[in-house]
């Protein structure tokens, strides 16, 4: 069975630093674009920022400047690195990805989630 299983969340004070990683569990072809989204309490789920099968990268204004999305496809691993948190980022954090099995089916896949915390 193919997840994504993410880590890398905790408590930081504002204006430090911390990395996610996401990493595909399980036998899998590819992977094509893979994004981190975030929700906090009372709020909708957000993207924050997505990176495609070739690199290019996208983000959320508010963590333009501050967040990198990379990705190892030898590790089948994503990576979100956030300086400069404030505490408007604390959330639970999500990591998706569209994969493809051995048997060319297309899943879209979620994480299980990890809290970020910034205290002020």
């Known amino acids: 069975q193919v997840r994504l299983v993410e880590s890398g969340g905790g408590l930081v004070q504002a204006g430090g630093s911390l990395t996610l990683s996401c990493a595909v569990s399980g036998s899998i072809v590819s992977t094509n674009t893979m994004a981190w989204y975030r929700q906090a309490p009372g709020k909708q789920r957000e993207l924050v920022a997505q990176i495609n099968d070739g690199g290019i990268t996208n983000y959320q204004d508010s963590v333009k400047g501050r967040f990198s999305i990379s990705r190892d496809s030898a590790k089948n691993t994503m990576y979100l690195q956030m300086d400069s948190l404030k505490p408007e980022d604390a959330a639970v954090y999500y990591c998706?990805?569209?994969?493809?099995?051995?048997?060319?089916?297309?899943?879209?896949?979620w994480g299980q989630g990890t809290q970020v915390t910034v205290s002020s």
């Open positions: 998706n990805a569209v994969i493809m099995t051995p048997s060319l089916n297309l899943f879209n896949l």
